[in-house]
């Protein structure tokens, strides 16, 4: 039995747990192999570009308290599973499914750094903050730099429409007018070349 005291013991427990996220594929491919991306990748991407381009935000946000919620927003997936932003089923049950997942993963954890967790975890579900609207755009940009720049691959696999991709952006612009306009011109280029379908 290792020698830890309680708090560093759950500490120590909660990071195991954060191992399983590298086993939870995600829809979106990468770019350089023939496989779908996992959860710990996407939410070390969107970390990388919370510092990146956080001076594209419309507001200042605390690029910290971003970088935190990009890491954890996806933890509930480990017991919720991966909910395909497109899948209107699937999201009929979302919400119940990740709260119960967030109770018992976040609860892993020391009470304070529990509570802090949960609570980054609800703001960014919420984005009703500038901080948590910005880590929003930036789980949305992601997949699509993904899609756009592998020719639309999961988009044709999903048979996913341009509007879908549009009316899943239309909050972009309240976080940064540089990276909705930037939105707009990638499903453009996207419908010109036969990535996304028109409907």
């Known amino acids: 039995m290792l020698n830890m005291d309680e708090r560093l ?9 954060l191992d399983k996220m590298k086993a ?32 594209h935000s419309n507001l200042p946000v605390d690029v ?16 919720a599973g991966d909910t395909y932003c497109y899948d209107t089923e699937g999201y009929k049950t979302k919400a119940d499914r990740e709260e119960k997942a967030a109770q ?21 579900e ?11 755009l930036l789980d949305r940009l992601q997949p699509i730099l993904l899609n756009y720049t592998r020719d639309g691959i999961s988009w044709k696999e ?11 952006n239309l909050r972009s612009g309240e976080a940064s007018d540089d990276i909705a ?11 010109a070349n036969g990535f996304l379908s028109i409907r």
């Open 181 to 191: 306009a930037l939105i707009e011109e990638i499903i453009r280029d996207a419908e």
């Open 64 to 79: 910290l308290k971003v970088m935190k919620m990009v890491l954890i927003h996806d933890v509930v997936e480990i017991d």
């Open 126 to 136: 919420e984005a009703a903050t500038a901080d948590s609207k910005f880590a929003n």
């Open 24 to 55: 939870l594929y995600r829809q979106t491919y990468v770019l350089n192999e023939d496989r779908k991306e996992n959860d710990a990748e996407h939410s070390w991407h969107l970390a990388v570009m919370a510092f990146l381009l956080a001076e």
């Open 158 to 168: 999903h048979g996913v429409f341009s509007d879908q991709v549009r009316a899943r």
């Open 9 to 17: 013991r759950q500490q120590i427990s909660f990071m195991l747990e």
């Open 104 to 124: 018992r993963i976040f609860g892993l954890l020391p009470t304070d750094q529990k509570d802090e967790f949960y609570s980054l975890w609800r703001e960014f």
